[in-house]
Each structure stands twice: as C-alpha cells, then as structure tokens.
C-alpha cells in the first residue's frame, strides 16, 4: 500500500468519521497534544490536509503553522469558525457538508415554527402538570396561509420554503443579491421583510458578515404577533434584544435550536412559554448524521485522488 496522507484533526467528529479517517490516512489528533502552539511549530509543516468538526474553531495561528496543508474538510454546513480567507491566501480548497442535511434542518424549522404558534411544547407541559384537570389553555396561533420570510435562501432557506408551501404560506427572502430562478419574491430590505412576516426564518451562515442582523429594529418590525425562527447561527440574532422584546411584548414569540454561546441559554428565555428553546439539533438525525460523515471523508479522498473537493466553501 501507498503512504497514508499525513491529516491533522482539530477535534474529534464523530466514532464512524473518526474510524473511517483513522483507517485511511495517517491522522493526528490536535485535542490531544498537551501544548497545541509547539506542537504545530514542531511538526506543522508534516501535514497535508485538515479534519475538522463544526464546533470547532481554525484560525490563522493553526492555518499559518501548516504551509503543506492544501485541503480543509469541515464536519458541517456552517464554517463561521473557519478562516477561509486565510486558508484560501495560503493555497488551501476548504469544503463543507451542504444539502445532506438541508432537510432535517428545514424540518426542524417547520417544527418550531409550529411549536411557537400552536404551543405544543408549552401544552404538554400544562398537561404534565395536570392542567388539563381544571382548565385549557388561551388560544393559539394560525399557522397555514400566513407569510413566511426568510433570512438566507440557500439550500436551507429553500427547503424551508418548498415545506411553507405545503402550509399555503406566502414566502419572501432576503438575502445579499436575488437567486435567480425563484419563485418568490426577493425583499432587499430585512427590515421591510419583518414587517411583512408573521414568521422570520434565519436561515443565513453565521460569522462576522451576519453578526447582528437580527437586532432590535428588525425584531420590533416583525412584531408582537411575529415569530422569530432560527435554525442558523446564534450569532446572526442579538439575543439581548430578542430577550427585551420577548419580556416586553414587542415581539410575539421565539423558536431557537441556536444560541449566541452555545450551550448557554439566557435564563430569561427558558422562562418564557412563547419560546420553544432546543439544544443545536436542526441536524441531528441518524440520516444526515450518516451522510455527513460521508461526505467529510469523501471530500478528503477526491481531494487527495483528484486535486478537487466534492463540495467546496
Ligand atoms: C451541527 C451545523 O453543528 O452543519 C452545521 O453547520 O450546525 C450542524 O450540523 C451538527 O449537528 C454538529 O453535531
């Protein structure tokens, strides 16, 4: 047999990804070196391409310590954690896990979307606590025939509308520049986009260029009956602001699978039952489990058969 690949892993992915690239390359485990900075000064330059999970962050002080690494293959759709424009200056392809799990996480959207306005999470509560015994709970919110808008219209931003469609939502989007093809109606204003949605669905990449885009203007615009959804990044919504316009009534209620610093969640809206709060698990199905494990190992080896990654940043 060939040389293994020499790849440096920043993190563990998952067993079955760990498995696979430990059987085909010769990795590295960066978690497990006692002091990370001399290790890569020492043996940086050994590796030719990176693993990496999600979560976890590669900046220019990894990137700038592996000149022979040509190829970043990321555990995950998003890649805010990535440093690709460095990694792209130093020569280096970085791929991601995209469409596999657009589905799931467009589910999960629909789900707290639901959830939100129908209050299935707050009546199994009420009916835990015997509730139902003595009383019924206020009346809800309509779902179907409303407008959906959405913040991001890429795989995942499209699949959610294809499922509003089902509901006999109107959806607008908003994003940088129009997707050409569409259906629906392009909004340039997130703002405008707000006042018109009874549901915002953020469904953008995370990172500087979104930070905050979901602040307080647009959180009043979408109003005390609007519902806020995200499925993204919490970095794109100030959460500040949504606590405040939640307390405040300014804003009607809140479906959030993501957080600003995971896996803390402000207290305030875990005490609220017009927030439905989850644990970053948009993904987190067997099936796209499975697919994106695939397809960060697969990235790697038409990287290192064909000079190309399947599914480039
Ligand atoms: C989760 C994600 O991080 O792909 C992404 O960008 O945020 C998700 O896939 C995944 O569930 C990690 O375990």
Redesign the pocket.
Not at 280 to 284: K, L, N, P
């Given at each position: 047999p060939t040389m293994k690949h020499r790849i440096l892993q920043i993190g563990p992915i998952t067993a079955p990804a760990d498995e696979r690239l430990a059987r085909d390359y010769d990795v590295t485990p960066l978690w497990k070196q006692s002091d990370r900075a001399a290790f890569l000064a020492e043996h940086g330059p050994a590796f030719e391409g990176i693993a990496i999970?999600?979560?976890d962050a590669c900046g220019a002080d990894i990137l700038n310590a592996v000149p022979n690494v040509r190829v970043i293959a990321n555990f995950?759709?998003?890649y805010d954690k990535i440093d690709v424009e460095t990694a792209r200056r130093l020569g280096m392809q970085v791929s991601n896990?995209p469409r596999v799990?657009d589905g799931c996480v467009a589910d999960l959207a629909m789900g707290l979307a639901i959830d939100v306005a129908r209050g299935i999470s707050v009546t199994t509560r009420f009916v835990r606590a015997g509730g139902w015994k003595t009383g019924q709970r206020p009346l809800m919110t309509r779902v179907h025939g409303k407008n959906m808008g959405l913040l991001g219209f890429g795989g995942i931003g499209q699949a959610v509308a294809r499922r509003a469609a089902g509901f006999d939502m109107v959806v607008r989007y908003h994003t940088r520049r129009p997707v050409a093809g569409s259906p629906h109606e392009h909004e340039p204003s997130l703002v405008e986009l707000a006042r018109w949605a009874d549901f915002l669905v953020v469904a953008c990449p995370g990172g500087p260029a979104t930070r905050h885009l979901v602040d307080a203007e647009v959180l009043d615009a979408l109003g005390p009956r609007g519902i806020l959804v995200n499925i993204a990044r919490g970095s794109v919504v100030d959460e500040a602001a949504l606590v405040r316009a939640l307390q405040e009534g300014r804003l009607g209620g809140a479906g959030l699978d993501v957080f600003e610093n995971e896996p803390d969640v402000p207290q305030p809206l875990l005490d609220m039952d017009q927030v439905v709060a989850l644990s970053?698990?948009?993904?987190?199905t067997r099936e796209s489990r499975a697919d994106?494990e695939r397809l960060v190992c697969d990235n790697l080896d038409a990287y290192f058969r064909g000079g190309q990654v399947l599914t480039p940043v």
């Open positions: 999970h999600v979560r995950g759709v998003g896990t799990l970053h698990i948009a993904g987190f994106m």
